[in-house]
């Protein structure tokens, strides 16, 4: 990118002339390229392109405005060197609070201008544009330059607030433009309006230690406030390589799932039915407890499934069962409550709960097993007619378990999402800068 006007000149030259309003001396370094030219004692702006300078406005104070980058101040970019010779304060005002920046002129009479702009820190080195961007109106209109799309970012009127030293276009302090920016990070394109005349510019977001080596400043650069409309998002690259691992995780992950829901076996290995009362006495078995005959798990270490279905109603019971291998007496003990409850209120027929339920005991090897039930009931429930419910008990083999994928499911992205919020709050407090600014929750509140 060309940040010259590439025009042959002369050697570099400095002329002394004397300012036509209050006679102090005035050191032009590009006379001859420059058309305004700002004096530094007495704030006056003068036309310099007809050599004896001609007075465009007059004032009778000296110019405060202090630079980051003093006038004078030579330093090299893009391998060629460059001097400071001039710098404008332009500001905007947005809900009657003023925003100032300080656009720079460096000078290479090879050359031609290298323009800078710095707001609370943030700089950003300017080209001049010759080409056109195609314009895209629409909510969130869109400018698009050499293919890539810049979404537009704010509009204003700027005024010049303040300037010293020479400039290469008819300066005037309080004049004013329309601009409007579009930003694409890490660059931001610009249009500057002034009745029909539009012209644009690119900005390449430009940290401020770079351009204090490029200039030999002898002091650090105030370092950036806030983010920047073309501040390259810090977080974005991390939340991308976060969100491709993450991607490539998540598909293993499906693939294993897939694989073990497609292999595994869902064996029956043993089925049994009984009634139980409301208080959760066994029918037909001395007291509330049932054991089963032995049955087979083969094959290879797997989950087990206790599956419960029942028929209650308006009621709960309450199992504990314990599967134990016939060998070695190793016992693993699982609780699971049923509860179903229905009825109608003013809004319908309801219901809560489940007459049924699974619940799955991981890793158990092969081997020969029996299970004990041990059930309790709502005492409260017992009435003078007997009530019993169908219980249906059913034990199966290989059944694949959701918990361990539903585990690496969260490790996989939670770590993901650390960055991507980072990236999202980032680009929040950019945009709550624009003319875009998310809308604030709530209501209304405005007075009537």
Known sequence: MSTSLDAPAPAPQVTTLACPHCGAPLALKAQGWAESVVCASCGSVMDATQGAL??????????????????????????????????????????????????????????????????????????????????TEGGHPVATLDGRPFRHFQSAIARTTA???EFPWQLRVGDSVTVADYVAPPHILSAEGTGNELTWSLGTYTPPEVIATA????????????????????HAEGARRALRRMGVAL???????G???????????????????????????????????????DGRTSTVELALDTDLDNTWLFFDLTLINE????????????????????????????????????????????????????????????????????????VPALA???LALLALVLPALVPAMRSSAFEGRRWAESDHAPEPSGGDDDDE
Do not use: M
């Not at 001609?54 to 893009?78: C, E, K, N, S």
């Not at 200039?215 to 810090?234: I, K, M, S, W, Y």
């Not at 039915?273 to 407890?289: E, I, L, S, Y």
């Open 54 to 135: 001609r007075i465009l406005q007059a004032f009778d104070q000296a110019v405060t405005l202090t630079p980051a980058i003093p006038l004078g101040t030579r330093g090299t970019w893009r391998g060629a060197p460059w001097e400071v010779v001039g710098c404008q304060q332009v500001t905007i005002t947005v809900d009657d609070i003023p925003y100032s920046w300080r656009e720079y002129v460096g000078f290479n009479p090879y050359r031609g201008f290298l323009y800078l702009s710095e707001y609370q820190g943030h700089w950003n080195v300017i080209e001049k544009l010759r080409r056109q961007p195609v314009l």
């Open 163 to 165: 300037a010293l030293g």
């Open 215 to 234: 200039f030999a400043l002898p002091t650090p650069l105030r370092r950036p406030e806030g983010v920047f409309a073309n501040q390259p998002n810090p």
């Open 251 to 257: 598909l293993l992950l499906a693939l294993l799932f």
């Open 259 to 297: 694989v073990q829901q497609g292999t595994a076996a869902r064996t029956v290995a043993h089925t049994q039915r009984f009634q139980v009362t409301p208080a959760g006495q066994v029918a037909g078995a001395d007291g509330n407890t049932v054991v089963t005959p032995p049955f087979t798990l």
């Open 327 to 398: 060998a070695t007496g190793a016992t693993r003990t699982v609780g699971r409550e049923v509860s179903y409850y229905r009825g109608t209120d003013s809004d319908g027929s309801w219901s809560e709960g489940s007459r049924d339920d699974r619940v799955r005991i991981g890793r158990v090897p092969p081997g020969r097993y029996f299970l004990r039930l041990a059930v309790d009931g709502d005492e409260s429930r017992v009435t003078a007619e007997p009530v019993t419910y169908d219980v249906a008990l059913t034990v199966r083999r290989d």
């Open 404 to 406: 361990p994928y539903l």
